[in-house]
Structures are given as structure tokens and as C-alpha cells.
């Protein structure tokens, strides 16, 4: 069995503006993981502390991986369809 080949329309430069943003999605997570080793630190010297900025994170985290997992959704949305011209263009569309 032969494999398929795709065409893919996505232009160079939506490509690299897909890698950009994913790159910038992976800071945000570092972000996020050294918030959260920061309260474990915390958590070790003042647990008053720890609860507070525990508190202050999910307020925060929460509304930011909504956003973050809105952008991947797209991201992969559009990876996924990268050889259907009709939902590309429905996408850029919806812009």
C-alpha cells in the first residue's frame, strides 16, 4: 500500500507563525511550573503564605489555560486541516 501525500496550504510563513506561537505557549508553561515549584518553596517556610499565593495562582492559571488550550485548539484545528482549503479559508475568514 502506497502511503497518501498531502498537500499542504499553509504558507511558509503560517507555518512559522504556528511554530512562534507554539514556542510561546511552551514559555507560558515554564512560567506555570515555576510558579507552582515557588509555592512548594513557599509552602516549606510560611504556610499562610503558601494558601495565599496558592489562592492568587488559581485565579490566574485558571483564565490563562482557557486561553492557552483555546490557541492550541485553533493551532491543531488548523495543522489537522492544512490540505482542506475550504476550512482554511473559513478560518480566515472567521478572523
Not at 44 to 71: F, I, M, S
Request: without cysteine.
Amino acid at each position: 500500500m502506497t502511503p497518501k501525500t498531502q498537500q499542504v496550504l499553509l504558507s511558509a510563513k503560517e507555518l512559522e507563525k504556528l511554530g512562534n506561537e507554539l514556542t510561546d505557549i511552551m514559555n507560558v508553561l515554564a512560567m506555570n511550573n515555576l510558579a507552582l515549584e515557588g509555592l512548594e518553596f513557599a509552602q516549606g517556610k510560611d504556610k499562610t503564605v503558601a494558601l495565599w499565593l496558592a489562592r492568587k495562582y488559581n485565579e490566574v492559571a485558571y483564565a490563562q489555560n482557557e486561553k492557552l488550550y483555546d490557541r492550541l485548539d485553533r493551532i491543531a484545528f488548523l495543522l489537522l486541516n492544512s490540505d482542506n482549503a475550504n476550512e482554511l479559508e473559513a478560518v480566515k475568514n472567521d478572523r
